[in-house]
């Protein structure tokens, strides 16, 4: 039997949903609350925002699986047990509900969804000109796992997309950029800006007042990233003063965003609560499945985290 303790940072809402699926696959497995004591027994760990403190006192573990693709909040914990294996979740199906997400915000502003909306609540039957969009030109900062399918999605509808990562990626069919000059040069050639970034020490507030400033005046920009990836001051001061045409974020630095922040009174920063791409139990099982055998035969399983990046 393989005991697995389980945290969704959520009340453990889900872990009966979690554990029916693993049962499909695997009989032997069984599911513990990570703050129960029973957790101790555990050799493996899946999680998303565990207790700090709590990991290291698993003393059988082998693997820390989160329950995520983001890892950014396992180092949130001075004392992770880094010697243990990490594993994020990589799926096909949450980088196409991405995807989808950044579509959707981006056609909606391009096309005037909130104009629109604001005129049908006044009975105003006006209209706007329409946007020259083709070829518009757009960055996507990360082309892994999700901004590699959301470049190739924007490409398909015929945007001018340039993805800029650490490394290029021959085997990705789209414009690629990498470097701080490069980054620079994006922010002030593109119209619409997309960050799908990891969080880590080296992407942590890369969208500076400066940066936000430098973008072309009536820019877009659309976060799936990390909240701690931008200055949220200098976001709101961007789009208050008209720089920015607005922002769609789906992240924020604190999670709920309290009501007291000033992002709600903007009307021109759409918020969505972390919901872009949820991880969805069917879907992934398998590979949490998959790397559990993996790691208790002795093999390395797929998706390894490096800690030293941090993703
Ligand atoms: C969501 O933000 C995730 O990392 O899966």
Known sequence: MTLIAFHDGNGNSSLVVWQKCALKIDKNTSFVALTHKKAEQAEIALVWNSPKGRLAKLKQ???????????????????????????????????????????????????????????????????????????????????????SVVANNLKNLNFSVTGWAQSKKPQLLFRQETGRAAFQSLVTSNLVHICLLPLTSSTKRLFTKDVFMKMPKGAYFINAGRGEQIDEGALLYAVGKGHLSGAALDVFCEEPLPDTHPFWNEKKISIWPHVAAQTNPETVIEQIIEAIQAVKSGCTPKNVVNPIQQY
Do not use: N
């Not at 981006?106 to 006006?126: H, I, S, T, V």
């Open 61 to 147: 573990l082998k693997l820390i699986i989160s329950l995520g693709q983001g890892v950014d909040h396992l180092w949130k914990d001075p004392s992770l047990p880094l010697s243990i294996p990490i594993v994020r979740l990589v799926d096909p199906y949450m980088s196409h509900a991405l995807s989808q997400w950044v579509i959707a915000v981006l056609l909606d502003f391009l096309r005037d969804g909130p104009f629109y909306r604001l005129k049908r609540e006044k009975r105003e039957f006006c209209k706007l000109s329409q946007r020259e969009t083709y070829q518009l030109k757009v960055a996507v900062y990360g082309i892994g796992a999700i901004g």
